[in-house]
């Protein structure tokens, strides 16, 4: 195993760079405001003080000064990764400001910083454990665009667990901290300082959004996170062919989960799966266990406290990655278990709700009934 020499200088610049810019942003919305506050009316929103959704901003600055402090051999693994990130970013960064841009288009951006990351890196998925599939992913277009379209799905999900304060900035933390503890783990020094940086950079945000949510991540940030997140687990993968595939794929369980049982669920009552609603876990958790058992709790706090039950169901798969992460049939088997015990979580803190007070799977606002509402519209971080 590389010794992990940490770059302390680039760790603090990035940290406290994202901190002092989150705070400014908080400071400075009576000035922004008109574009950059995020609306407290919508079937997914549980906020009541219109906030600035722009934390993305921030994050995108701390990683930059962070970028230009760091020892060269990391510089060259995170530059050609921050430059390729820029279409999901500013895609996202957009829509926050002007409300304006589909989903699809987002998607598309998140999908070309992959491409574009390709290209730049020469890193892409080639070999996944299952025998057909990697015969295909041997002929490089295929694998370019199964690569790009995995970094895409991964970068949406976290924008779909984006909901409450502190949720998907927590989520990301425990992730990309289990690809850096995997990276450590087969001896790639400079990748895990990578993710141990950007754990670093995003906790800058984090303590301005949690637990009283002062700023939102928005989407450029979900998007950009997300992507930074799909892209380590690529890098992981094809600089380490001793780890498994499957171990990034259950470091990054959670969002991934939330996301295929959101599809299944939606298709299984014949909605489109496209559709907004207040059924994810998180949703079915603020109504059902925080605005029940905490609701003497200022509403701030009681969307907090939705972050603390999420992060337990990303901390079991993301476990599972750092312990099996080269023996496929472990991975395999976590898996399993850590989605069983998701729908089994699911399950039970929906039948909390049966008898109680819930907003049906159809309550939609009109002009968002064909969209994938990201969740960085509402109490988001």
């Not at 760790?11 to 009576?30: D, E, M, P, Q």
């Not at 701030?300 to 992460?325: E, T």
Request: glycine share 10%; proline share 6%.
């Amino acid at each position: 195993m590389n010794n992990l020499a940490l770059p302390v200088d680039s760790f603090g610049i990035g940290f406290a760079a994202t901190l002092v810019c989150s705070l400014l942003l908080v400071w400075t919305k009576r000035w922004h405001g008109r574009y950059s506050l995020d609306a407290t009316h919508g079937v997914q929103k549980f906020h009541i003080t219109p906030t600035p959704r722009i934390g993305g901003a921030a994050i995108f600055a701390g990683l930059w000064l962070a970028l230009a402090l760091l020892p060269e051999p990391q510089q060259e693994l995170l530059f050609p990764v921050l430059v390729a990130g820029l279409p999901a970013f500013s895609f996202g960064l957009v829509e926050d400001l002007t409300r304006n841009v589909s989903v699809r288009a987002r998607l598309l951006a998140t999908m070309a910083s992959g491409v574009l990351c390709w290209w730049l890196t020469d890193a892409s998925l080639r070999h996944i454990g299952v025998g057909p599939l990697d015969a295909l992913l041997a002929w490089v277009p295929f694998s370019v665009l199964f690569t790009a379209f995995a970094v895409g799905g991964v970068a949406n999900a976290l924008n779909i667990i984006d909901g409450f304060n502190g949720l998907a900035s927590g989520s990301l933390m425990i992730s990309m901290g289990a690809l850096g503890l995997i990276a450590l783990g087969c001896g790639d020094a400079h990748l895990a300082q990578l993710c141990f940086l950007i754990c670093a950079v995003t906790f800058g945000f984090f303590l301005v959004n949690f637990p009283f949510g002062k700023l939102f991540l928005g989407d450029g940030g979900a998007y950009l996170l997300g992507f930074l997140l799909a892209w380590i687990s690529v890098m992981l993968v094809s600089r380490n062919p001793n780890v498994s595939v499957w171990a990034p794929f259950l470091a990054c369980g959670y969002p991934v989960f939330e996301t295929l049982f959101t599809i299944a669920r939606r298709l299984w009552h014949r909605h489109h799966p496209g559709l907004p609603d207040s059924r994810h876990l998180h949703s079915l958790i603020k109504v059902n266990i925080s605005a029940r058992y905490f609701a003497a709790w200022p509403a701030p706090l009681r969307n907090a406290a939705v972050s603390p039950f999420a992060w337990v169901v990303a901390l079991v798969p993301a476990a599972c990655g750092v312990i099996f992460f080269e023996l496929p049939t472990f991975l395999a088997c976590a898996g399993i278990a850590s989605f069983s015990l998701y729908c089994a979580g699911y399950t039970w803190v929906a039948s909390l709700g049966r008898h109680g007070r819930h907003v049906q799977l159809g309550a939609v606002e009109p002009k968002e009934e064909l969209d994938f509402e990201p969740a960085s519209r509402r109490a988001a971080g």
